[in-house]
Each structure stands twice: as C-alpha cells, then as structure tokens.
C-alpha cells in the first residue's frame, strides 16, 4: 500500500501548490481536464505497454490491485501531480516573464 499512500501524497501536494502556493488555479479551469485529458489518454496507451509487454512490473503488495490499462490506479495519481505541478509552475513562470517584459510586478492572486 506504499505505492498508494505515495499517489495521495502525490496528488494532495500538486493541489495545494496549485492552489495556494502557485496560485494558479489551474484545477478550476476547464482548459486545465481538456488538456489533462488528453495528456492521461496517452499515459494510459503507454502504461499499457509497458506493462503488457512488461518492461514495467508492479509489486501487487505495494498497491491496490486495481488496474487501468494493465497499469495500477495508483500511476494516474502520480501522473495528474507531475502534470499539475508542471502547468502550474509554467503558468507561473510566464506570468512573471509577462509582466518583466512589460515593467510591471507580477500578477497577485
């Protein structure tokens, strides 16, 4: 069950720097689950493949047991944090790059 304690830490961090670290709010957006859609559409394509093949194994005593795509439940926790905490962060990144080209102090949100 490691593994799925480590997909909820996972996806409880990227919503807290999401939120009210970053302050993005990229997870009250609609632009944000079209994107993350497609995104976790092609990881669960290569989660398949991987351990179909398998290159990847899982111990079954570290997870649920629950699978998408021949792929623990859990690797979709771990996917949306990298992809939020990534578009969060380049989110934040452009709108301080935004607002030194034009002279002005970041956005506060």
Do not use: C
Not at 13 to 24: E, H, P, T
Not at 29 to 56: D, E, H
């Amino acid at each position: 069950m490691i593994y799925t304690a480590g997909s909820i830490v996972a996806v409880l961090v990227a919503l807290v720097l999401d939120l009210w670290v970053i302050r993005s709010r990229l997870v009250t957006t609609g632009v944000f689950w079209i994107a993350y859609s497609i995104i976790l559409f092609f990881q669960l394509v290569m989660n398949g493949l991987l351990t179909g093949i398998p290159i990847v194994t899982y111990d079954p005593a570290v997870h649920l047991g629950l699978r998408v795509a021949n792929a623990p439940v859990e690797d979709i926790g771990f996917g949306f944090g990298l992809v939020l905490i990534t578009l969060a962060t380049w989110h934040r990144l452009g709108a301080r790059e935004r607002a030194a080209s034009e002279g002005t102090p970041p956005p506060r949100r």
